[in-house]
């Protein structure tokens, strides 16, 4: 059988080598952590003593204020390159196709036991690359990972890493790792794509180059049990170089008719109309991100609290749901006639001439002379940006 915890014994004997106090005593906490969750308490209670002795008590902490003390520093902007959180287990919900929800927990799995991997020659290093469309919950997967392991989530923004980067050394960067090889924690390169548009861009090029292949030796440079995230928009200018050290890959799709209607029902909650139809809802969202599904469902939610309603208006839903999918698809609507066409246009069956009316609080007399007072561009796709 495997040694149970070598990875947090090894870490505790890397720190004291490299005369590392701090990085010595957060995995002697983890490791009584993890002896404490085996039964073994009392050798769990005999580590946290000694580590209550230590010179500089430290102890393992997964609390987000006390970990963000000696964060790195951007030096000239004083930015943090660095956020901290600690997302709390069961406080992050997730909406994902079940093979997707299969494939993250197969990558906790891993984690979780990578010791007994790791002696059959079975692990992979612990690296996920997500990714999709904006809003398809690529952020929102790494906070919810790190709050299963119950692990700390720094997240580094690749683009502001490397804006901050360019003219200066890569100290700052080795400095980002140096942290995160010290304690158990999960680390997530946001933005991971601004590696790649870095490598096109034509502006010192030189320059972008040395900080994108540091960043990537960096990574090399981890342990594979460190656990890496990273997420990018654009899976397809990453090239073959960032792929491969990423051995764990999943793509996040747009949510299909059964997530939406879930992601629907869970964001509205209490405000649903018992008559509203949501099936209707989710079919007329076809194409929406999670993120636009949040951003109506919130808004509406909104207008109706502040209304003094109890639940929201179904056409105001429709009517919100319709402008944000214009807006996601690059349309401009600049006056009241171009938004009530784009309306009529996207359903005219649900935005009548009388709800219109209703909707905007004016007469239909005023919604016709509206549409027609827009008729030269009638027919026409509203204007494109
Ligand atoms: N699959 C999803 N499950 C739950 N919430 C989601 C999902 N997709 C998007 N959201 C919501 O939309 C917001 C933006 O999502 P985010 O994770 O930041 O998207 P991304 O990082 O892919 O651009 C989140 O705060 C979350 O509440
Ligand atoms: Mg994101």
Not at 290 to 296: D, N, S
Request: charged share 25%; with cysteine; net charge neutral.
């Amino acid at each position: 059988m495997a040694f149970p915890h070598l990875s947090e014994v090894l870490k505790i004997l890397d720190g004291a080598l490299k005369s590392n106090a701090t990085m010595s005593t957060n995995y002697a906490g983890l490791l009584a952590d993890k002896l404490e969750q085996d039964g073994e308490r009392e050798t769990a209670v005999r580590i946290r003593e000694r580590l209550a002795r230590a010179p500089t008590a430290v102890a393992h902490t997964q609390d987000a204020s006390r970990i963000s003390a000696g964060l790195p520093v951007d030096q000239e902007s004083r930015l943090d390159t660095v956020d901290v959180s600690a997302p709390v287990k069961g406080a992050v919900t997730l909406h994902l196709p079940g093979g997707t929800a299969n494939r993250i927990t197969e990558f906790l799995q891993s984690v979780r036991h990578y010791d007994r991997l790791r002696a059959a020659q079975a692990a992979l290093p612990l690296r996920l690359l997500l990714y999709g469309l904006p809003g398809t919950g690529k952020t929102q997967t790494a906070r919810w990972i790190a709050g299963e392991l119950e692990l700390p989530l720094l997240t580094v923004r690749c683009d502001t890493l490397i804006s901050s980067l360019l003219g200066q050394t890569s100290k700052n960067l080795r400095r980002v790792f140096d942290y995160v090889e010290q304690r158990p924690c999960v680390l997530f390169l946001d933005e991971f794509d601004a590696l790649a548009s870095a490598r096109g861009n034509e502006r010192d090029v030189g320059e972008l180059q040395r900080v994108v292949i540091a960043l990537l030796q960096n990574i090399d440079a981890l342990s594979e049990n460190t656990i890496v995230l990273a997420a990018s928009n654009h899976e397809r200018l990453l090239d073959p170089a960032v792929w491969r050290r990423f051995p764990f890959q999943l793509p996040l799709p747009l949510p299909d008719h059964e997530l939406r209607l879930s992601m629907w029902k869970a964001m509205l909650g209490p405000f649903v109309p018992v008559n509203l139809n949501l099936e209707a809802v989710s079919t007329k969202s076809d194409g929406a991100s999670g993120a636009l599904i949040e951003l109506v469902a919130m808004d509406t939610k909104r207008q109706a609290i502040l209304a003094g309603k109890p639940q929201v208006d179904e056409g105001e839903l429709f009517r919100r749901l319709a402008l944000a999918m214009a807006l996601g698809q690059g349309e401009t609507l600049a006056s009241l006639g171009d938004e009530i066409c784009w309306l009529r246009k996207w359903d005219a069956k649900i935005f009548s001439i009388r709800e219109l009316a209703r909707l905007y609080s004016v007469s239909t007399r005023q919604i016709n002379h509206l549409i027609q007072g827009n008729h030269g561009n009638a027919g026409k796709s509203p204007r494109k940006r």
